[in-house]
């Protein structure tokens, strides 16, 4: 399917990568996926990451972590996750800045845009990722490199379009700045209700978990 929707839209299916969104699947799961062909996890919870990682999950694939992070569990994912795609203030780019600099190594991240300026979601507003794009040029140990999105929740899976195409732009503007420790490469966006219509509006990586591992069970004991 992506690499239909790639095609679609002139793109070559190796041009979008695909992350399991694996929260929810424990490591086994995990390690089942990776063995069918998996090659990007991302998680959403410092903590089941790290009891995950502890069990040898991710062996094999590329970890990110796409969840909403607080600046006190930074220190648990810098080194560790490959890439923090959900970076959604510059507080919170200092912080990742700062741990990365305490270990001598440099952090990439995506910077997260609340693409449909809803109140119960974080992100930079679409208005305001110039301004912490420039202003990544003081944190000499992250490098972004792209942009992330969860627009709203809908019924058919082309609403969000226009939320994609608005994206996409930032993404081209935003990479034509050449603002220091800041490159356009990686535009993160649709999951498994509506990938197919964010790689054709430009996605370069889609997270998908339902479409891989089949419905969460919420009610679940943990
Ligand atoms: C869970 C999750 C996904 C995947 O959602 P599905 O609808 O199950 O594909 C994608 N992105 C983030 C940030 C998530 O937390």
Do not use: W
């Not at 569990?73 to 970076?87: C, D, F, H, P, R």
């Not at 792209?146 to 969000?160: H, K």
């Amino acid at each position: 399917n992506i690499a239909r929707a790639a095609e679609s839209s002139g793109r070559r299916p190796e041009d979008i990568t695909l992350v399991a969104a694996t929260k929810m699947n424990d490591a086994s799961r995990v390690r089942e996926a990776i063995e069918a062909g998996v090659r990007y996890c991302g998680e959403n919870r410092v903590q089941e990451l790290e009891e995950k990682n502890a069990l040898g999950a991710y062996s094999g694939a590329h970890l990110h972590f796409i969840g909403h992070l607080q600046k006190n569990k930074v220190k648990y994912l810098v080194g560790t996750a490959e890439l923090i795609q959900s970076v959604d203030s510059l507080e919170l780019a200092e912080a990742i800045d700062k741990r990365a600099a305490s270990l001598g190594v440099v952090q990439d991240v995506l910077y997260e845009v609340n693409i449909g300026g809803e109140a119960a979601k974080s992100g930079f507003a679409p208005e305001e990722i110039y301004s912490a794009a420039e202003k990544t040029g003081n944190f000499a140990n992250i490098r972004v490199l792209g942009l992330m999105a969860i627009p709203p929740v809908c019924e058919n899976s082309d609403e969000n379009r226009p939320y994609f195409a608005r994206m996409r732009q930032l993404f081209v503007d935003i990479g034509a700045k050449k603002y220091d420790n800041v490159t356009m490469q990686i535009l993160s966006m649709g999951m498994t209700d509506d990938y197919a219509a964010a790689i054709s509006e430009g996605a370069s990586m889609v997270r998908v978990g339902t479409g891989i591992f089949g419905a969460r069970d919420y009610g679940a004991a943990k």
